[in-house]
T-cell receptor
């Protein structure tokens, strides 16, 4: 079945450091891939998405590239800010099943 | 701004009591999901509906949980009787999911969650 594996947290970085959160997936067909972010006390919100191989999703300085050959969708940001502290979820969905599968989430803490 | 609305935001109840959580999806969305979030299990899919019809509720404990969509503007998740292990944050999410012939699965919009504590 479909699954998403993302790196364990928490990840603690200093402000302006480079961020990578790894995400790999297992899926049949050609899923859409997503990164969602959850700030304290809030629901998840979409950060970025990619719908086909080699697509790059980007938003708010975050980027992730859909790599079919390595079944990966790693999240990166060149310079993190304290306001980026949150939990980040990798997710996939196959349009045929309408089911969205989420990873376990990675907590990011950015120190000033 | 269109958004998913969940009530109640917080609920504290005693073991054995009935709990009902409600969700108003974004108008026009055709798919509604219920997720449960805990520290130990992360985000678990409990049930989801497309065009108000239940598609999959295999993630839900059938003996005590039930999910319904009485109309397009309301989804409910009921626990009866509640147990301490049901303590969690319950999220509702809605989306406009295209037909299976489309290659793109649309994004989900989440509510702020209902935090349930069962004593």
């Amino acid at each position: 079945g479909n699954s998403v594996t993302q790196m364990e947290g928490p990840v603690t970085l200093s402000e302006e450091a480079f961020l990578t959160i790894n995400c790999t997936y297992t899926a049949t067909g050609y899923p859409s891939l997503f990164w969602y972010v959850q700030y304290p006390g809030e629901g998840l919100q979409l950060l970025l998405k990619a719908t086909k191989a080699d697509d790059k999703g980007s938003n708010k300085g975050f980027e992730a590239t859909y790599r079919k050959e390595t079944t990966s969708f790693h999240l990166e940001k060149g310079s993190v800010q304290v306001s980026d502290s949150a939990v980040y979820f990798c997710a996939l969905s196959n349009s045929g099943t309408y089911k969205y599968i989420f990873g376990t989430g990675t907590r990011l803490k950015v120190l000033a | 701004d269109a958004r998913v609305t969940q009530t109640p935001r917080h609920k504290v109840t005693e073991m054995g009591q009935e709990v009902t959580m409600r969700c108003q999806p974004i108008l026009g969305h055709n798919t509604v999901f219920w997720y449960r979030q805990t520290m130990m299990q992360g985000l678990e899919l409990l049930a989801y509906f497309r065009n108000r019809a239940p598609l999959d509720d295999s993630g839900m404990p059938k003996d005590r949980f039930s999910a319904e969509m009485p109309d397009a503007t309301l989804a409910t998740l009921k626990i009866q009787p509640s147990e301490p292990r049901d303590s969690a944050v319950y999220f509702c999410a809605s989306g406009l999911v295209p037909p299976a012939t489309s290659s793109y699965a649309g994004e989900l919009f989440f509510g702020e969650g209902s935090r349930l504590t069962v004593l």
